[in-house]
Antibody, heavy 118, light 106 residues
Framework: EVQLLESGGGLVQPGGSLRLSCAAS????????MSWVRQAPGEGLDWVSS????????YYADSVKGRFTISRDNSKNTLSLQVNSLRAEDTAVYYC???????????WGQGTLVIVSS | EIVMTQSPATLSVSPGERATLSCRAS??????LAWYQQKPGQAPRLLIY???TRATGIPARFSGSGSGTEFTLTISSLQSEDFALYYC????????FGQGTKLEIK
C-alpha cells in the first residue's frame, strides 16, 4: 500500500523558514518523480514544485522560485521542501504527491499545515 | 499558464441522479487532463486521467470525456459518498488545477 506521510509544518513568522518532509513507502520511491502541491484554507489546489526520479531535475512554480528548494533522498525514501522567505500567502496545507509518468498525481499524503503569521 | 475553469461552482443533485461537471482549458491540453475528488479534511483522490481513463479502484459510475479545451466528468447514479469537491487538472504544460466544483445533496 502506497503511503506518504508529511511532517514539518507549523506556525512561522513572515520571512521565516521551515523544512517539510515526506516519508514514502509501499512503492519503489526512486522510480518516480515527486511533487508538492498546496491548498490555502478554503481554496483550490496549487502546484508548488516537482523533482525527477533521480533528483537531478527540480522544477518550481513561479510563485515560489528562488524561495523554495525541493530535494529527495532515495536511500531514505524521503522527499523534502525547504521553504524560505515565507509570506502570508504561503499559508496552506502542503501535500506530498507521487507523480505517475510525470503527468498526474496518483497518490497524495494527508498534508502538513504551514501558517505564516506574526 | 493554462487556466482551467470549472463550472458550475456548486452543483445540487439528488442521490441516484446523474451529475455532469465541466472543465474548460484556456488553451488546448489535448487529452492531458485528470480529475480528482476531495472530501473535507482529506487529501485529493485521483479519479480519471488521460481525460477518460479511470484510476485503479474507481467505480464505473465515474466517467470522463472530452479533449482539447472542453472536458466533462459524469457521475451516474450518485451515491452518498460521491458528494464532495471535484477538481480538474491539466498536465499538458506543467500542472494547473481548476477552482473546483462542489457537488452537494439536493
Amino acid at each position: 500500500e502506497v503511503q506518504l506521510l508529511e511532517s514539518g509544518g507549523g506556525l512561522v513568522q513572515p520571512g521565516g523558514s521551515l523544512r517539510l518532509s515526506c516519508a514514502a513507502s509501499g512503492f519503489t520511491f526512486s522510480n518516480y518523480a515527486m511533487s508538492w502541491v498546496r491548498q490555502a484554507p478554503g481554496e483550490g489546489l496549487d502546484w508548488v514544485s516537482s523533482i525527477s526520479d533521480s533528483g537531478d531535475r527540480p522544477y518550481y512554480a513561479d510563485s515560489v522560485k528562488g524561495r523554495f528548494t525541493i530535494s529527495r533522498d532515495n536511500s531514505k525514501n524521503t522527499l523534502s521542501l525547504q521553504v524560505n522567505s515565507l509570506r502570508a500567502e504561503d499559508t496552506a496545507v502542503y501535500y506530498c504527491a507521487k507523480l505517475l509518468r510525470s503527468e498526474f498525481f496518483d497518490y497524495w499524503g494527508q498534508g502538513t499545515l504551514v501558517i505564516v503569521s506574526s | 499558464e493554462i487556466v482551467m475553469t470549472q463550472s458550475p461552482a456548486t452543483l445540487s443533485v439528488s442521490p441516484g441522479e446523474r451529475a455532469t461537471l465541466s472543465c474548460r482549458a484556456s488553451h488546448s491540453v489535448s487529452s492531458n487532463l485528470a480529475w480528482y475528488q476531495q472530501k473535507p479534511g482529506q487529501a485529493p483522490r485521483l479519479l480519471i486521467y488521460g481525460a477518460s481513463t479511470r484510476a485503479t479502484g474507481i467505480p464505473a459510475r465515474f466517467s470522463g470525456s472530452g479533449s482539447g479545451t472542453e472536458f466533462t466528468l459524469t457521475i451516474s447514479s450518485l451515491q452518498s459518498e460521491d458528494f464532495a469537491l471535484y477538481y480538474c487538472q491539466q498536465y499538458y504544460n506543467w500542472y494547473t488545477f481548476g477552482q473546483g466544483t462542489k457537488l452537494e445533496i439536493k
